[in-house]
C-alpha cells in the first residue's frame, strides 16, 4: 500500500472521508458537531496496534487525550462511545445518534475510499467484497445515509463485475 511519511494513505484517505460523512450527517440528522467531528478523527487510532480490537485501543489512547481537552464530560464520555461501538457488532444496538453517524460515515468512508475499494479488487474475492457491498447498504439504518450507500454500492457493484469480464 502506498505510504506518505510513514503514513498508509488508505488510511489517511478513509479518516478524511469518515469526518466529511460524519459532519454531513450531523447536520442533516441536527446531532452534536463536535462529538461528531472528534469521534470520526479519532475512530480508528487503535489500529496502530493492528485491526484486532482497534476499537478497545482507541477507546483507551483517546480517553487519555480527551481528559486534556476543553469538551464537557458528557461529550468525553459520547466520542469514547462512538470509537469503542463504532465496529459492525454493534450496528444493531439502540445507541445514542452520535454512535450511529459514526457508524454510518465509517462504512461510507469506505465505500467511496478509492484506493481502498482499487485494494480490495486486488487482494480479496470478488464475492467478498459483494458481500460487503450488499451488507453496507442494507445495515444502515439512517436514511440520509442509507440512500448514499445503496447508490454508490450499486456503482462498486457494476465496477466489480465489469472487471471480471
Not at 511519511?5 to 450531523?26: E, M, S
Request: proline share 1%; charged share 20%; hydrophobic share 40%.
Amino acid at each position: 500500500m502506498a505510504e506518505y511519511n510513514g503514513y498508509c494513505i488508505i488510511w489517511i484517505t478513509h479518516i478524511q472521508l469518515v469526518r466529511i460523512f460524519a459532519l454531513w450527517l450531523a447536520e442533516k440528522e441536527r446531532a452534536d458537531r463536535l462529538v461528531v467531528e472528534i469521534a470520526a478523527l479519532l475512530h480508528d487510532i487503535g489500529k496502530y496496534q493492528g485491526r484486532k480490537d482497534h476499537h478497545i485501543h482507541g477507546h483507551k489512547l483517546a480517553k487519555t487525550f480527551l481528559s486534556n481537552q476543553n469538551t464537557s464530560q458528557e461529550q468525553q464520555h459520547l466520542i469514547l462511545k462512538c470509537i469503542l461501538k463504532h465496529r459492525t457488532r454493534f450496528y444493531s444496538e439502540d445507541n445514542e445518534l452520535e454512535v450511529k453517524i459514526i457508524q454510518w460515515a465509517d462504512v461510507l468512508g469506505t465505500l467511496f475510499n478509492e484506493n481502498w475499494q482499487e485494494h480490495c479488487r486486488q487482494t480479496l474475492p470478488q464475492d467478498q467484497i459483494q458481500q460487503f457491498y450488499d451488507q453496507a447498504s442494507n445495515l444502515i439504518s439512517l436514511e440520509s445515509a442509507k440512500t448514499l450507500a445503496q447508490q454508490r454500492a450499486q456503482t462498486l457493484s457494476a465496477i466489480l463485475t465489469q472487471q471480471t469480464k
